[in-house]
């Protein structure tokens, strides 16, 4: 809808962007509910009654500040490497990224590449499940750059990740 009327009133096309940058859990693909479900689940096995709101307030979080916030939530274990520890034996839950990417992302990137964006993916998630996602979702040759956290010192919500994208696509962050 809103992709339609930036269509219409040409305002999209008319400013001075030249690159969209994309977060991936949230954005691209609805993996905050899964990955909230399958931690848990995997709490109950150690008889764990973990509040979803709180689980699932971490996501997009920098992973430093997010592990924080499960050493809290897990402390009756011993904290998130204990729990990790203890959970390690139980089968690892897959995302199904292709059943959980976000309606119409595929005709905002076709509609986007088409029209000469550079695009970038910025997620705090590791290189190897960004990959995957972008992958599996049949949507990694849409983007021109794709970043993780784990490259920097800082995350989200810090800019870095942003900047070094726009610095690798040769943008301003106006653009």
Same mark, same amino acid.
């Given at each position: ?30 993996? %905050? ?10 709490? %109950? ?30 402390? #009756? ?16 839950? #897959? ?44 949507? #990694? ?26 610095? %690798?696509?040769?943008?301003?962050? %106006?653009?």
């Amino acid at each position: 809808m809103l992709l339609h009327d930036a269509k219409e009133r040409g305002s999209f096309m008319s400013s001075k962007i030249k690159a969209v940058l994309f977060d991936l859990d949230g954005v691209l693909f609805d993996t %905050e509910y899964i990955s909230a479900v399958n931690v848990i689940k995997k709490a %109950e096995t150690l008889g764990l009654h973990l509040d979803f709101n709180a689980v699932v307030n971490t996501a997009g979080m920098a992973h430093d500040q997010a592990r924080l916030i499960f050493d809290d939530l897990l402390k #009756e274990v011993g904290g998130h490497d204990e729990f990790e520890r203890k959970t390690a034996h139980l089968p690892k839950e #897959e995302m199904p990224f292709r059943d959980i990417k976000i309606p119409y992302v595929d005709e905002l990137l076709s509609y986007l590449k088409s029209k000469g964006y550079k695009m970038a993916v910025c997620s705090s998630s590791p290189m190897d499940y960004i990959s995957r996602a972008l992958q599996e979702g049949n949507i #990694e040759d849409y983007f021109d750059y794709v970043i993780t956290g784990y490259d920097l010192p800082v995350g989200k919500p810090d800019p870095a990740i942003y900047l070094k994208a726009m610095k %690798e696509l040769e943008v301003t962050p %106006e653009e």
